[in-house]
């Protein structure tokens, strides 16, 4: 989200300014505001005399004839006023009612809205009860009796608009900000001792600010109009003085005549109004991280892999009687940053055989995760496949479109995330979840598919199923709604599992206890397992392979009591040294210098080369291929083979 703190600062207004020329239509809409920006401010001074000088003589002269100046290009009224004059003259006195009063009312709404949302009780529903008053008046009645009893004026008038708006920004601020008050980052925020303001300030109005940009925007247009049903009741803005939509209002009576009187500042607030709520769009989306890559991705939904897939030396072969169930083969995913993409996994190849677990090994931000979500085609949208295949038992994934990739993947390969809380759906029973891959793959009726969720939850180890069945996941335990994720994940007998992360958040007891569900489930239902950890321990307990990534790739890869009883990669090396272990009791933990590098700056050559003890200069010019060091086993290391013979 865009920091308010920061939003003044050059470097920041410079990175806007260069989002803003890279969208076309954003750049439009910000020209036409500053053009009409500048007839607001030049129009007065230049064509005000012109705009108000009557030529009865020469009423209604039709646009388009440059024999009278170019004052009267677009044409003149029914008092022979040139429309063009008129037009540049209105745009200053509808831009000082509409803007002063949409910035009134957006910035007391807004502030007193976020107040409101972020304390809660009294004075949020106090708040709520003012703005039901205030909305109850159409606001354009409000505005009536008040310019009556009042002299009608620019002023009273921008007054007007702006207190019958206030409830709009507020509700829509008060909204967000209850919705923000519950969560962990406040809390968070007020046991550091962040004052209610500043709360607001840093936490609050960063997320709320593009929302009620875009109702400002839309807003408006609402107060434009509104200031030209005004004026025409003669309560708004009054002659000799003009507004776009006075001009709209006068126009209006002779429609049939000279539609031009009406149409060209009709055609005005159009444009202006559009172009503001392009540009508060774009605002949007810009402070917004996410959204804004999500939305230049929309264009490129369903895109096929550019990169041509190479064969990759990864995995433990597929030569056995037990062929591999999951190949993946170069696979690569690069993500989309405001500086343009990123590759997150760089080339990773692995296999995994019915029965068998592959640990996906690795530090934090190596690509795990973003690896298995592009396997099971669950990548968030900013992330894109570059290139590679992903074989289903000898399926290319990437080559079918969506639906088909869905039919064949959805039963056959499931997920198992860490957070199982973000996971199950809060609004859903337990029960109702575990039934829904029964009635939507096997067509089975609610009460069989139920009976089979019941069974599931039996299975997976939750007492009382039963009845527990209709309770809610916030009622389970991390550890139950962790066994009821993988229950979920197990019900059609999948024939790959990918467990990521899954007992992270749960203390070591637990966590043995699901490790220990998922071994039995493997072995039940002959599934092929690919566990991603950064835990040594587990991987070493419950793994029969390991594939140990590093900066996107994989950098060594074979049966796991021989990848750590003897690494053949120093980062491979690097990681079982800084575990502690029974013969280092008493000795210092050696931790691998540095940390992994930013996959916007991966080094050239060989990734790890600026952590590793054993660099030359080779590894500075030539990226390590993943080459077999020994039966099953393989590393990208220019001395993996040295390693392997020490
Ligand atoms: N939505 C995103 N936008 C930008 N970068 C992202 C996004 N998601 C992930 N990344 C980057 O992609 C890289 C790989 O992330 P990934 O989640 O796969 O790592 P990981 O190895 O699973 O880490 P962890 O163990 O902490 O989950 C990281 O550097 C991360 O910063």
Redesign the pocket.
């Known amino acids: 989200m865009l920091d308010t703190s920061e939003a003044g600062h050059p470097a920041v207004r410079r990175r806007w300014f260069a989002l803003l020329l890279r969208d076309r239509f954003a750049c439009a809409a910000a020209l036409v505001l500053v053009l009409v920006a500048l007839c607001a401010v030049l129009g007065p001074l230049l064509a005000a005399d012109l705009a108000t000088r009557q030529n009865l003589r020469d009423p209604d002269r039709p646009p388009f004839r440059l024999d009278h100046g170019w004052a009267f290009v677009l044409g003149s009224d029914s008092l022979g006023r040139p429309v063009a004059a008129r037009l540049l003259t209105a745009a200053g006195t509808t831009l000082a009612v509409a803007v002063p009063a949409v910035l009134c009312s957006l910035a007391v709404g807004s502030v007193w809205g976020m107040w409101a949302g972020y304390h809660g009780g009294r004075r949020e529903s106090v708040s709520l009860r003012v703005a039901d008053v205030i909305l109850s008046f159409p606001s354009l009645l409000l505005a009536v009796v008040v310019l009556y009893v009042f002299s009608p004026s620019a002023a009273s008038l921008v007054l007007v608009l702006a207190v019958a708006r206030i409830p709009v920004y507020l509700r829509t601020a008060r909204a967000e900000a209850a919705e923000l008050r519950g969560r962990l980052f406040m809390d968070a925020a007020r046991t550091f001792g962040t004052g209610s303001w500043a709360a607001v300030r840093r936490h609050v109005a960063p997320s709320v600010l593009p929302t009620l940009l875009t109702v400002a925007a839309l807003d408006f247009c609402f107060v434009m109009l509104a200031e030209s049903s005004l004026s025409f009741l003669g309560i708004g803005i009054q002659p000799p003085d003009v507004s776009w939509g006075l001009m709209v209002a006068q126009g209006r009576q002779e429609l049939q005549s000279a539609w031009w009187i009406a149409f060209f500042p009709g055609l005005a607030i159009v444009v202006t109004t559009v172009s503001a709520t392009v540009l508060a769009s774009w605002a949007r989306l810009t402070a917004d ?2 959204q804004r ?1 999500r939305e230049a991705l929309g264009r490129n939904a369903g895109r096929r892999p550019r990169r041509e897939p190479a064969r990759s030396a990864a995995g433990g072969g597929t030569g056995s009687s037990n062929p591999a169930v999951l190949a993946v083969e170069d696979l690569s995913v690069d ?3 405001p500086a343009g993409p ?1 590759p ?2 760089r080339g990773v190849g692995f296999t995994v055989r019915s029965g068998e677990t592959l640990a996906l090994l ?12 592009a396997v099971a085609g669950l990548l ?1 949208p ?2 894109e496949v570059t290139g590679g295949r992903v074989r289903l038992d000898g399926v290319d994934l990437l080559g079918l479109d969506p639906r088909a990739r869905r039919r064949l993947a959805g039963p056959q390969l499931a997920l198992v995330f ?1 957070d199982a809380l973000s996971a199950l759906n809060p609004v859903l029973t337990v029960g109702t979840q575990l039934a829904e891959p029964f009635r939507i793959h096997e067509g089975m009726s609610r009460r069989a598919a139920r009976d089979r969720a019941v069974e599931l939850m039996e299975r997976v180890g939750i007492p009382e199923a039963r009845s527990r069945a209709d309770a809610y996941p916030h009622q389970f335990s991390g550890g139950m709604r962790q066994r009821l994720l993988i229950a979920t994940a197990v019900a059609l007998r999948p024939k790959v599992l990918i467990a ?2 899954p007992t992270t958040a749960l203390d070591v007891t637990v966590q043995a206890q699901i490790m220990d569900l998922l071994a039995e489930l493997r072995g039940e239902q002959r599934t092929a397992l690919v566990l ?1 950890t ?1 835990d040594l321990g587990l991987a070493a307990e419950h793994a029969d392979r390991v594939a140990v ?1 590093y900066a ?1 790739a994989v950098v060594e890869t074979g049966p796991v009591a021989e990848v750590f009883a003897r690494p053949h990669h120093p980062y491979t090396r690097g990681l079982l040294e800084s575990v502690p272990a029974e013969q280092h009791r008493g000795a210092r933990l050696r931790s691998i210098p540095g940390g ?1 590098p ?2 916007g700056a991966v080094p050239a050559g060989c990734a790890f080369r600026t952590r590793c003890p054993l660099a030359r200069e080779r590894c500075a010019t030539h990226r390590p291929a993943l080459t077999g060091t020994g039966a099953g086993r393989a590393a990208a290391c220019h001395f993996g083979k040295e390693l392997a013979d020490a």
């Open positions: 991280p996410g890559w993500v989309h940053t990123v997150v996994v690795g530090e934090s931000g190596c690509g795990k995760s973003m690896t298995a979500h968030d900013v992330a860490q990521d992360e991603i950064h990534m996107g992994p930013d996959p």
